[in-house]
């Protein structure tokens, strides 16, 4: 059975940084695949926040999808060689504050923009999350 493990959430004033990990275990293919990181806020539903996919029709180094509220703050990336995919997260806001997901589909052979269409329906297996809060 794949598993996520994710890591690295925590307490930031605005204006701060972090990094978010996500390594699948064995059995998780990151040759045809797409990832996902989710957040949660308190009486919120779960929300996209970033995709990458990475199989033949992804460009080279993976394609990526960001929500609108994010880009130019957050960069996701992955490191194939060690199963885990990054979030690094900038800038954040206090409405960053969320519990954060990764979760992940292997095989994958469509586009990343599923991510955003789909949503969580497209995943079938999730980490147990990790707690993001941004202080004013």
């Known amino acids: 059975e794949v598993q996520f493990v994710e890591s690295g959430g925590g307490l930031v004033q605005a204006g701060g940084s972090l990094r978010l990990s996500c390594t699948a275990s064995?059995?998780?293919?990151?040759?045809?695949?797409?990832i996902g990181w989710f957040r949660q806020a308190p009486g919120k539903e779960r929300e996209a926040v970033s995709c990458?996919?990475?199989?033949?029709?992804?460009?080279?180094?993976?394609?990526?999808y960001y929500k609108d509220s994010v880009k130019g703050r957050f960069t996701v990336s992955s490191d194939n060689a060690k199963n885990t995919v990054y979030l690094q997260m900038n800038s954040l806001k206090p409405e960053d504050t969320a519990v954060y997901y990764c979760a992940g589909l292997y095989p994958w052979h469509g586009s990343v923009i599923s991510c955003e269409i789909v949503g969580d329906d497209l995943f079938d297996t999730w980490g147990q999350g990790t707690q993001v809060t941004v202080s004013s």
């Open positions: 990458i996919s990475n199989n033949e029709i992804s460009s080279s180094d993976g394609s990526t």
């Open positions: 064995a059995g998780f293919g990151f040759d045809d695949y797409i």
